[in-house]
């Protein structure tokens, strides 16, 4: 169920006031607020101070939290970054993505045989994607920035490009996380709504049923069309007139023509089928990755729990900004071992967000640090105990930004309290 304003407000109040004169409930219902809304990028978002946060003793929270993971690195004398696990897992992640995509145009398999693979090579996709790129990316796999950057090339080898994963999502989304009109990762389509202050269209209304399967055509998106747009748009969340450097434009040509070549040109040119049976495996692989990769980031913010924040009208947020990480973000399905290892700790959300440059192997230790210290301070920590209720939480979610009538007010006051660990 969704979050119970009553308990928001006992914390500190979830929306602040449009204006003196002005009450929030009548703002949010305002052509205005849209106003306000689509022009966010040109309004500097500015977290509060630590010791000024709606939440008591917040300044205490973050310092507690982050001094007591500390000492956990420092005592245990571990480092932040990759271990022989993590090493490990890339080995075994390159050879189901890379193997299966080998072993497919040795032609030695029938097409449903290949079939098998491609699908196989698009769990591998995800698992790199999860927990190769995305540490790497984040500067979390090892201390050495040039082995980061050659494992970040991973990311562009699948598709995407990383360089612009690193401007929409370690530095937009991880700072304006479920922000409206900020946080590029709440409009990742057009198809679904996934925050409440989003405009609405009349298929929003299905969005619960199409959605789980919509995410399939993500990497698909990618590959196509996404990073093309990304590049040529002038203003991306906070920043207005961005430009790119050549050199990285030039990657992000040369990435898409090598990927182009090798998982279209090539399997058409060696393999001895049609073109429609080569279709049938293309899509299979994609949307193999794009409906892993997609539901597993939709688990970490739109579920019921995580908070959408407004800013006021000079751009200023109710919460310092690691409080903030905290109520906008949950995890999900600690105890699922496999899943853990295949996802790259990623259903450590909350962790992920306040340590983004500790590798994802160490998560699950640190998670217990993070949970304990949260309790302490009366700090939200948003937990599903299962992938399915998580899924189903997302479900929810997603049928209820289906309602053209829903926006931040009427969906925090639909409410309950999320169940917690």
């Known amino acids: 169920m969704l979050l119970n304003p009553t308990s928001a407000s006992q914390r500190g109040a979830y929306l602040r006031d449009y204006s003196q004169k002005s009450a929030l409930p009548e703002f949010l219902a305002t052509r205005h607020f849209h106003e306000v809304r689509n022009t966010m990028s040109t309004v500097k978002i500015k977290f509060a101070n630590k010791n000024a946060s709606a939440f008591e003793n917040a300044g205490a929270f973050i310092d507690d939290v982050k001094g007591r993971v500390a000492e956990y690195f420092e005592s245990t004398g571990r480092s932040r970054h990759a271990d022989w696990r993590m090493v490990l897992k890339t080995v075994i992640l390159f050879i189901v993505a890379f193997g299966s995509y080998g072993l497919i145009l040795t032609g030695w398999f029938t097409p449903w045989g290949m079939l098998a693979l491609a699908i196989l090579m698009g769990a591998g996709y995800a698992g790199l994607g999860f927990s190769v790129a995305h540490d790497a990316l984040h500067g979390a796999y090892s201390s050495n920035p040039t082995i980061n950057r050659i494992l970040g090339f991973t990311f562009d080898a699948t598709g995407a490009n990383g360089y612009m994963w690193k ?19 709440l409009s990742v389509s057009p198809l679904i709504r996934l925050s409440p202050g989003s405009r609405h269209y009349w298929f929003h209304r299905f969005q619960h049923l199409y959605g789980f399967f919509a995410y399939g055509f993500a ?45 279209i040109v090539l399997p058409l040119l060696i393999l001895d089928i049609t073109w429609w049976q080569f279709l049938i495996g293309f899509l299979a692989m994609n949307m193999t990755a794009g409906m892993i990769l997609g539901i597993i980031f939709q688990l970490a913010h739109v579920v019921e729990g995580p908070e959408f924040p407004v800013p006021d009208d000079d751009g200023k947020m109710e919460h310092a900004w690691l409080v903030h990480e905290m109520i906008t973000t949950a995890n999900f399905a600690k105890e699922n071992k496999v899943l853990s290892w295949y996802v790259g700790g990623l259903n450590y959300q909350i962790e992920h967000h306040l340590f983004p440059q500790t590798c994802s192997i160490h998560y699950p230790v640190i998670s217990e640090i993070v949970k304990e210290t949260a309790e302490e301070y009366g700090v939200p920590y948003h937990y599903h105990p299962t992938l399915f209720k998580a899924m189903g939480s997302h479900y929810r979610m997603l049928k209820e930004l289906a309602k053209p009538e829903t926006n931040h007010e009427t969906l925090s006051a639909a409410a309950g309290e999320l169940e917690t660990a």
């Open 219 to 263: 990497t698909i998106n990618w590959l196509f069309a996404k990073d093309y747009q990304q590049f040529m748009k002038k203003d991306i969340g906070p920043y207005t007139n961005k430009t790119h450097p050549k050199g990285e434009i030039a990657i992000l040509i040369l990435g898409k023509v090598f990927v182009y070549a090798y998982m």
């Open 167 to 185: 401007i929409t999502h370690n530095v937009i989304h991880h700072t304006y996380t479920n922000i409206d009109g900020v946080d590029e990762d």
